[in-house]
């Protein structure tokens, strides 16, 4: 089955930028999509189809995809985007289509 | 304003059966991708299941053959149906709808969950 790989931890200084990655088999030919999830609430979508946002997102969340690796950057840091961050995509390359996540990875603003 | 509300949730025997359900408003299921995604303690998200508009349906390995995705239009609500429960199925089960008519796409709108335990 499709593996996406997220790194535990990201940290930034707010106003820096923290930029997390999604790694996966080519996955510049598949879309990807990008979760927020603060403790005890349930999951935010904050981009999808790559690098599109849903209505009410910052503009300050933006996405990329290319070849091997995908890129949440959240620019202008704030304390309030301390969050987990998964990213996700739909696996059709198998007998059994699936979403997969990766395994999230922690953003702590400094 | 699109609203999923979740229930059913409890502590259960291995071995046994449960059945989730997602109360939908704003919207009808019938019209959208409707999934069923969870979260055990202290873990990352874990995508179960997905009912398309037309019907189909396709569950993660880990629950297929156990666990049963459908709907009930007259109701505008979502099941999940889970036999053969598991301590590993402990968790958080969300109900999310999908953005759009892409199959690939992503779960925009999401429930608070239900909490299901699997303990003897």
């Known amino acids: 089955s499709y593996v996406l790989t997220q790194p535990p931890s990201v940290s930034a200084a707010p106003g820096q930028t923290a930029r997390i990655t999604c790694g996966g088999d080519?996955?510049?030919?598949?879309?990807v999509h990008w979760y927020q999830q603060k403790p005890g609430q349930a999951p935010v979508l904050v981009v999808y189809?790559?690098?599109d946002r849903p209505s009410g997102i910052p503009e300050r969340f933006s996405g990329s995809n290319s070849e091997n690796t995908a890129t949440l950057t959240i620019s202008r840091v704030e304390a309030g985007d301390e969050a987990d961050y998964y990213c996700?995509?739909?696996?059709?390359?198998?007998?059994?289509?699936?979403?997969?996540f990766g395994a999230g990875t922690t953003v702590t603003v400094l | 304003e699109v609203q999923l509300v979740e229930s059913g949730g409890g502590l259960m025997h291995p071995g046994g059966s449960l059945r989730l359900s997602c109360a939908a408003s704003?919207?009808?299921?019938?019209?959208?991708?409707m999934n069923w995604v969870r979260q055990a303690p202290g873990k990352g998200l874990e995508w179960v299941s997905v009912?398309?508009?037309?019907?189909?349906?396709f569950h993660a390995d880990s629950v297929r053959g156990r666990f049963t995705i459908s709907r009930q239009i007259s109701k505008n609500t979502v099941s999940l149906q889970m036999d053969s429960l598991r301590p590993e199925d402990t968790a958080i089960y969300y109900c999310?709808?999908?953005?759009?008519?892409?199959?690939?796409?992503?779960?925009?709108?999401w429930g608070r969950g239900t909490l299901v335990a699997v303990s003897s």
């Open positions: 999310a709808r999908g953005l759009g008519s892409d199959t690939t796409g992503p779960h925009l709108y």
């Open positions: 704003g919207f009808m299921v019938s019209d959208n991708y």
């Open positions: 080519d996955i510049g030919t598949k879309s």
């Open positions: 189809g790559d690098s």
């Open positions: 996700q995509v739909w696996d059709d390359d198998s007998d059994h289509p699936a979403y997969v």
């Open positions: 009912l398309y508009p037309g019907g189909r349906t």
